[in-house]
Each structure stands twice: as C-alpha cells, then as structure tokens.
C-alpha cells in the first residue's frame, strides 16, 4: 500500500488552515492490519498455516508502520510544517492516538507472531523499542490531547462520537501488551514493577473512556446515530471494551505466575461483564450500520478501519475468556468473530488501495462529513 506524500497546501475553507493530506489517521491501517497478526495468535484453535500467515500479516504491518512514520516525516518537510498543524486541525487532532497505537500493535505482534522470522532477540527488542514508544506517545495523548480539546471548547456532549476514544484508548493498549514483555524481564522486581505500570496504565484509559462511552451512548439516545459517514466511528467504543478485557487478562495472568494473589479471577470477574457489554454494542452499531447501508448508502473514508482494530480487541478479549473458562462455546465465538475480522480487512483494504490509486483519499476536498481524509464533522444541532 504505497503512500504518495502531497507536495502541496490547500486552504480548506479557514484562515490560514492548510488542508491535511496524510494526516495522523493513516496509522489506522498499520493498527487494522497488526490487530489481524495478534488476533490470530490469540485464538484458541489455531493451525500452524494460520500462524504462518499471521507472520505475513504481521510484516505487512510492520512495514506500513515504517512507511506511514517515513511518509509522514517527507510530507512534513516538504510543506513546512510540523506535527502540530494536526493538533489545530479539529477533524484529526483525536486521531493522533493512533499514532500511538500502531506501534504498540506492531510490537505485540513482533512477540507473538514475528520470531519465525525475525527471531527471538530481534523480537524482544523490536517489542520492547515500540512498547516505550507507543506507551510514552500514548500518555501524551491521554493527558494533553482532552485537556486541549476541552480548553478549545471542542468537546460538546451534543457532539460525542467514537473519535473522542482515539486519544484515551492508547495506555489500555500499552497494558494489554506490556504483560507479554514479563518472560523476557527478570524474575522479580522487574516483572511486579511492569505489571503495576501496566494496573496504572490500565486505570488511566479506563476512566476517560467511561466517561466518553457515557457521552456517546446519551447522544446515540438523545440524537440518533448522526450522518451515515459518522457511523463506523460507533465501532471504536469496541476499543476500550474489547481491549479492556484483553487487558484484565493478560495483567491478572502475569500476576498469577508472580504468585501475586488471584489475578486470573479478578480479570476473569472483571472480563465477563465487560465482553456482554461489547457484544452488545457490536450488535447496536452493525444493525444501525446495516440500516444506513440499504437506505442511503455509507461513503467510504479512512473511518472505515474503525471495523479492524476495534472488532480485533473483541477478538483477542473472547480468546482470552475462552482460555481462561475453557469454554468451548467462547472459543467457537473467537473464531466467528476473527472470520468477521478478516473479511472487514479485506474490504477495508481493497477500498484503501482503490482510493489511493484513483487519489480520492488524497484529493484537496470541501471535507464533507467522513470526507475522504477522515474524521466525520460534528453533529448539527
């Protein structure tokens, strides 16, 4: 998926505001693509091929990784500008999560499915590199990012949506995967110190996102589920959920080897409930999703990779709860789910590279709402 870096600026119906080519959003593919490579590492039942090819997957993603932050860098130097025309830009300033997201994603998969080929060393360092990276990119978004938007007046519960996740999802990432770094630290101090960073890190996503899950289910109610451009940006309160549980297991399992008390039940207390509640929400957004479908038809834009990475924590949080109940019937709904996963990637992806090849997703536009360069605009009033 090669990505043409824009060689010039546009105004976009603003002063002064330069309108954004290949902005942080583009790391959405790097996240939909690495999720496929864990998602498949996790699953109960897995073959060897379908390791094998999540290996393949997972170099796909590592390679976008490279080329999106190369791409990225170019087209900043080659406009004059920095990182921060994004922060002003209210259509992407919250898509900077994913900047910390995909390496986050990248490194999980290098553990699990990338020492075949790259071996383990390289692994364990690759991982490691991109877990400081991601983790420290995250709380950066979580602690500055809401405080921004919130001192810009941008953040209006009749404007709630999906996209305001973005930001306060990337620490939940950090502690799904920091417990698979604990094998490689040495016995002892090292591994409690990891796993209260990654309790802390959990605790810091968890309450923004309750609050912001909150906020969107009383607009849903309140309003209606908005523009059909708006609506793959339901799927990403799947994020927090899915990636939670993921992350309850993972922490209270680490816990478990390092004989601190009963982690495997408390995650498993605390991953029941919560997976109820995703599946819920997955039935909600797919049933509006299909209603828009038929009667008006959703455009397509960058927000179509929020059916990957968050349907993709679903994923790994049902294997996670089939491993530790030993249920059948979970496991059968992991594979269920990760089929779902494969065939949105492959939709999400061919319309991708489409859109790059005919240079809709790059073309200079008036934004309309989900426009071609990614978030949907606010609710009217």
Not at 35 to 54: D, E, K, Y
Not at 276 to 287: H, I, M, N
């Amino acid at each position: 998926m090669a990505l043409p870096v824009a060689t010039s600026v546009a105004t976009d119906g603003g002063p002064g505001r330069a309108e954004v080519l290949l902005g942080p959003n583009w790391f959405t593919p790097v996240m939909g693509t690495g999720i496929l490579a864990v998602a498949a590492a996790t699953l109960p039942h897995r073959s060897a091929a379908l390791l094998a090819a999540a290996g393949v997957v997972w170099a796909l993603a590592a390679l976008l990784l490279v080329l999106v932050t190369i791409a990225t860098a170019v087209h900043h130097r080659q406009q004059g500008t920095g990182p921060g025309r994004y922060l002003a830009d209210r259509s992407l300033v919250d898509f900077h999560g994913a900047v910390a997201m995909a390496p986050l994603t990248v490194g999980a998969g290098a553990l699990l499915v990338g020492r075949p080929l790259i071996g383990t060393p390289a692994a364990v360092t690759v991982a490691a590199a991109l877990w400081v990276v991601g983790t420290l990119l995250g709380l950066a978004t979580v602690l500055l990012l809401p405080r921004q938007g919130l001192r810009e007046g941008r953040y209006r519960l009749a404007d709630a949506g999906g996209a305001w996740l973005m930001p306060v999802v990337p620490p939940m990432v950090s502690a799904a995967t920091g417990p698979l770094l604990l094998p490689h630290l040495p016995a002892g101090a090292p591994r409690v110190t990891m796993l209260l960073v990654c309790l802390a890190l959990f605790v810091l996503a968890l309450v923004p996102s309750v609050v912001v899950v909150g906020a969107v289910c009383r607009n849903l109610l309140r309003h209606g589920p908005g523009p059909a451009a708006a609506l793959p940006t339901l799927f990403l309160v799947l994020g927090p959920l899915g990636q939670s549980v993921t992350a309850a297991h993972t922490i209270g399992d680490g816990a478990g080897r390092a004989g601190a008390g009963d982690g495997p039940a408390v995650g498993l207390a605390y991953g029941l409930p919560t997976w109820c509640l995703a599946l819920a929400w997955l039935g909600v957004a797919t049933a509006l999703l299909v209603r828009a479908a038929t009667r008006t038809g959703v455009p397509f834009s960058m927000t179509w990779w929020s059916f990957t990475f968050p349907v993709g924590t679903v994923v790994t949080g049902t294997s996670a709860l089939a491993v530790a109940t030993g249920s059948a019937e979970l496991a059968g709904v992991a594979v269920a789910l990760y089929v779902v996963l494969v065939a949105a990637w492959l939709l999400v992806a061919g319309r991708t590279v489409a859109g790059l090849r005919d240079g809709s997703l790059l073309r200079p536009a008036g934004r309309p709402v989900g426009g071609p360069t990614g978030a949907p605009a606010p609710r009217s009033r």
